[in-house]
Nanobody, 115 residues
C-alpha cells in the first residue's frame, strides 16, 4: 500500500509562510484527487484544498487567496504553499490521495502560528 509522507510543518509567526509537501512512497498510476485537510484541537477535520487529476482546484473559504495547492505530476508529490498565516490556521495538516488502487492518508504534520 502506498503511504504518504508529509513534511514542511513547524512554527511560524502570524503573517509568515510555510510550504507543506506530501510525497507518496510508491508509484500512483492514476490520481483521482489529492487534498489537504486539517484538524485543530477540539474541532473536526476539515478540507483545506483539493486538486483533481484533471487539474481542478477547490479551496476552503478561509484558505482562498492565501493558500495554493499544486502537484508535481512526475512524482505525484503534492504541495501546499501557505502565506499570510493566522493563529487560526494552527492545526495538524493531513494529506489525502485517492487514485487507482490507492486510498490513503498521511500521518499528519503540525503547523503552529503563534507570536
Amino acid at each position: 500500500q502506498v503511504q504518504l509522507v508529509e513534511s514542511g510543518g513547524g512554527e511560524v509567526q502570524p503573517g509568515g509562510s510555510l510550504r507543506l509537501s506530501c510525497a507518496p512512497s510508491g508509484t500512483i498510476f492514476t490520481v483521482y484527487v489529492m487534498a489537504w485537510y486539517r484538524q485543530a484541537p477540539g474541532k473536526q477535520r476539515e478540507l483545506v484544498a483539493a486538486l483533481t487529476g484533471g487539474g481542478a482546484r477547490n479551496y476552503e473559504r478561509a484558505a482562498k487567496g492565501r493558500f495554493t495547492i499544486s502537484r508535481d505530476n512526475a512524482t505525484n508529490t503534492m504541495f501546499l504553499q501557505m502565506s499570510s498565516l493566522k493563529p487560526e490556521d494552527t492545526a495538524v495538516y493531513y494529506c489525502f490521495c485517492s487514485g487507482e488502487g490507492v486510498l490513503t492518508w498521511g500521518q499528519g504534520i503540525q503547523v503552529t502560528v503563534s507570536s
